[in-house]
């Protein structure tokens, strides 16, 4: 298996505009999550999903922020419109079961000028 | 109080010796997990070992194991024969049960740097 896919690697935009980020999980895993680290704040979990539903968003630092999944290989991040206090890494994450080791995509530098 | 507490600024090991990461965490729930993820400075998370709450031995992957000790919370890294590669961010996590919803809480890291 590849493993988990982000993309972008990375992403410069300006304040303002819409950033969507997109994640495939590994192939059969059942759970998804998006983390956010910065310096300040380490890795934080945003929302994670089981099954394509979403199971807790409290992480989802606002309304700006929203999380998709249309179907089991694949999911969205995105934010509009994007301030420059959004600019982190961006990682994706997925297992077999909530409890289990979660594999990380390589993740999204975001930059919001 | 923080759910995971990694104090240890940065760390220093020769080439070939062990090094202990440590962590400590705080929970309630009695089913809980514990992870380490390495992440070199490319910034991949990289998954290197887990410690259920129950488990009865001491987790073990190659020259990783982990130093379970449940009644002072702790759940300290070692590293043994360290490596040029093992130079990197190391955290620590915990999977808890937090009402309906289980989540996966990182602590801040711990930096390695392995001198030659």
């Known amino acids: 298996d590849a493993g988990v896919i982000q993309s972008p690697r990375h992403e410069v935009t300006e304040m303002g505009q819409e950033v969507t980020l997109r994640c495939k999980p590994i192939?059969?895993?059942?759970?998804l999550f998006w983390y956010r680290q910065t310096m300040m704040r380490g890795l934080e979990l945003l929302i994670y999903?089981?099954?394509?539903?979403?199971?807790?968003d409290s992480g989802m630092p606002e309304d700006r922020f929203s999380a998709k999944m249309p179907n089991a290989s694949f999911s969205t991040l995105k934010i509009q419109p994007s301030e420059p206090r959004d600019s982190a890494v961006y990682f994706c994450a997925s297992s077999l079961a909530v409890a289990g080791e979660q594999f990380f995509g390589p993740g999204t530098r975001l930059t919001v000028l | 109080a923080q759910k995971i507490t990694q104090t240890q600024p940065g760390m220093f090991v020769q080439e070939k010796e062990a090094v202990t990461l440590d962590c400590t965490y705080d929970?309630?729930?009695?089913?809980?997990?514990l992870f380490w993820y390495k992440q070199p400075s490319s910034g991949e998370m990289i998954f290197l070992i887990y410690q259920g709450s129950y488990d009865q031995q001491n987790a073990t992957e190659g020259r990783y194991s982990l130093n379970f000790q449940k009644a002072r919370k702790s759940a300290n890294l070692v590293i043994s024969a360290s490596q040029l590669g093992d130079s990197a961010m190391y955290f620590c996590?915990?999977?808890?049960?937090?009402?309906?919803?289980?989540?996966?809480?990182f602590g801040k890291g711990i930096t390695l740097s392995v001198r030659p």
């Open positions: 999903f089981n099954n394509n539903v979403p199971i807790d």
């Open positions: 192939s059969g895993h059942d759970y």
């Open positions: 929970t309630s729930d009695p089913s809980y997990g």
């Open positions: 996590a915990m999977r808890e049960k937090i009402g309906a919803n289980s989540k996966l809480t």
